[in-house]
């Protein structure tokens, strides 16, 4: 059964970083991409961020050079480097793991079997 935890959320200040880590275990962590997706209240879970086994990457619109995602294959460990954060960045962000190798760098959350708890993150204007 594979497990994830996330850890890192907190409240800044707008212009702030912080840095989501996701704890894998469970199965081979290298073999398969991870996902970051973020829900705001009343609004549907959404894209973040993903990556394959072998480190490429893709963002969001939203998120684009601002935040980075990268993985330590050794570490079993997925992080989230979020930098200008800004107010509508607030939401309950998630990792998630797919049942499938073969699903590569998916922005459907719908591809995802496995997920976090959440870890909040809090932007003050």
């Known amino acids: 059964q594979v497990q994830l935890a996330e850890s890192g959320g907190g409240l800044v200040q707008a212009g702030d970083s912080l840095r989501l880590s996701c704890a894998a275990s469970?199965?081979?962590?290298?073999?398969?991409?991870m996902g970051w997706f973020r829900q705001a209240p009343g609004k549907e879970r959404e894209f973040v961020a993903t990556?394959?086994?072998?480190?490429?990457?893709s963002y969001a619109d939203s998120v684009k050079g601002r935040f980075t995602i990268s993985r330590d294959n050794a570490k079993s460990t997925v992080y989230l480097q979020m930098d200008s954060l800004k107010p509508e960045d607030t939401a309950v962000y998630y990792c998630?793991?797919?049942?499938?190798?073969?699903?590569?760098?998916?922005?459907?959350?719908?591809?995802?079997?496995?997920w976090g708890q959440g870890t909040q993150v809090t932007v003050s204007s």
């Open positions: 990556i394959t086994g072998n480190g490429g990457t």
């Open positions: 998630a793991a797919p049942q499938s190798w073969a699903v590569r760098a998916s922005r459907r959350p719908d591809q995802y079997t496995y």
């Open positions: 469970g199965r081979a962590f290298e073999k398969y991409s």
